[in-house]
């Protein structure tokens, strides 16, 4: 079992910048792919980026891709998100997810087994 736990959200202004953090508890998040997803009011939930397990295989959605970046410290059972050049389209829940690892980042929320509890992030213009 994993126990994921996300921080780092809140309020940003346009053009600025967060990171969030997901720390998991339970068996080591060394052993998982993980993947930032958000939900926007009204919208279905979105892949927004996924690491493997070893750190190496990265994907990003295209909404964000350039402005955000995802890093894993197996170290720390954490992974980030480094969230740059925001936009007020960036609003959301934001929620990390792990999944036993695959070869390559899957896009598909079904697919992995193990989600926080989602943390808000809102940008005003």
């Known amino acids: 079992q994993v126990h994921l736990v996300e921080s780092g959200g809140g309020l940003a202004q346009a053009g600025g910048s967060l990171r969030l953090s997901c720390a998991a508890s339970?068996?080591?998040?060394?052993?998982?792919?993980v993947a930032w997803f958000r939900q926007a009011p009204g919208k279905e939930r979105e892949f927004v980026a996924g690491?493997?397990?070893?750190?190496?295989?990265?994907v990003y959605g295209e909404t964000v891709k350039g402005r955000f970046t995802i890093s894993r410290d197996n170290a720390k059972n954490t992974v980030y998100l480094q969230m740059n050049s925001l936009e007020v389209a960036d609003t959301a829940v934001y929620y990390c997810?792990?999944?036993?690892?695959?070869?390559?980042?899957?896009?598909?929320?079904?697919?992995?087994?193990?989600w926080g509890q989602g943390i808000q992030v809102t940008v005003s213009s």
């Open positions: 997810a792990a999944r036993q690892g695959g070869t390559v980042v899957s896009r598909a929320q079904y697919e992995y087994n193990y």
């Open positions: 339970g068996r080591t998040s060394g052993w998982y792919d």
């Open positions: 690491v493997t397990r070893s750190g190496i295989g990265i």
